[in-house]
């Protein structure tokens, strides 16, 4: 059977594979324009859903757009190297500065956490997507957000689609080879999750205002 292929300007949930495999070098480096990239896949998987994940789907669009004036505007490649020049300043300037790239990144690093969680989740053939994602918003986003956005996130929850919608929202072919991709690229968006969170906690850049 041939392979899926999306629609232009959808989501495909291939793009976001190829995107974060491409992500971390021999080095250990997460490399900015795949991270960007992957991120912009991933936006297009929560507006293919609707309004029940807009207020992260709006909020990753306006910070991926900040990071990539960041990144051109100063030719930073990966993102240690983005943190390295913030920190050059000092931790105290930094944490001092609402608009710098350090802050923005933790931002989407955070809301990363939730959906690597929530896609994880999605795995097992008995899961329900509400739940899941209830769950996956507790253990991640739901520490910084105010009780007001919370409690409507929650709500929100409630209305979600059944695992089969989110496995045909992927768009690439049937069910079975939706969990295929999705265990493919869940190393890859683990891993880049992984050394970010080792970065900023190793500079105490976990809490930036």
């Known amino acids: 059977m041939a392979a899926a292929v999306a629609a ?3 989501f495909s949930l291939r793009e976001v594979l190829d995107a974060f495999r ?3 070098t021999e080095q250990r480096e997460v490399l900015l324009e795949p991270y960007l ?3 912009r896949g991933l936006i297009r998987f929560l507006q ?8 992260i789907s709006k909020d990753a669009v306006a910070k991926v757009t900040l990071l990539e004036e960041v990144m051109e505007q100063h030719g930073f490649v990966s993102v240690q190297a983005l943190v390295q020049r913030e920190l050059a300043a000092g931790l105290a300037a ?3 500065r609402p608009d710098s790239g350090c802050r923005t990144l933790l931002r989407l690093h955070r809301a990363l956490r939730w959906l690597q969680l ?10 329900r997507p509400s739940v899941l994602c209830t769950d996956a918003y507790n253990a991640s986003l739901a520490q910084h957000h105010p009780w007001l956005i919370r409690k409507a996130a929650t ?11 989110f496995l045909e929202v992927m768009n690439v072919g049937p069910p079975q080879e939706a969990v295929a991709m999705l265990g493919e690229a869940i190393p890859y968006i683990s ?10 906690e190793q500079h105490d850049l976990l809490d930036l205002p």
Not at 118 to 127: D, E, K, N, V
Not at 155 to 165: E, K
């Open 8 to 10: 232009p300007g959808a």
């Open 22 to 24: 491409r992500c971390v």
């Open 37 to 39: 990239s992957g991120w």
């Open 48 to 55: 293919s859903l609707g309004t029940v994940f807009s207020f």
């Open 94 to 96: 930094l944490r001092a």
């Open 118 to 127: 929530f896609l994880q989740g999605l795995l097992s053939p008995h899961s």
């Open 155 to 165: 709500v929100a929850f409630c209305a979600l689609p059944s695992r089969d919608a």
């Open 191 to 200: 891993d880049v999750y992984g050394i970010t969170q080792q970065l900023f």
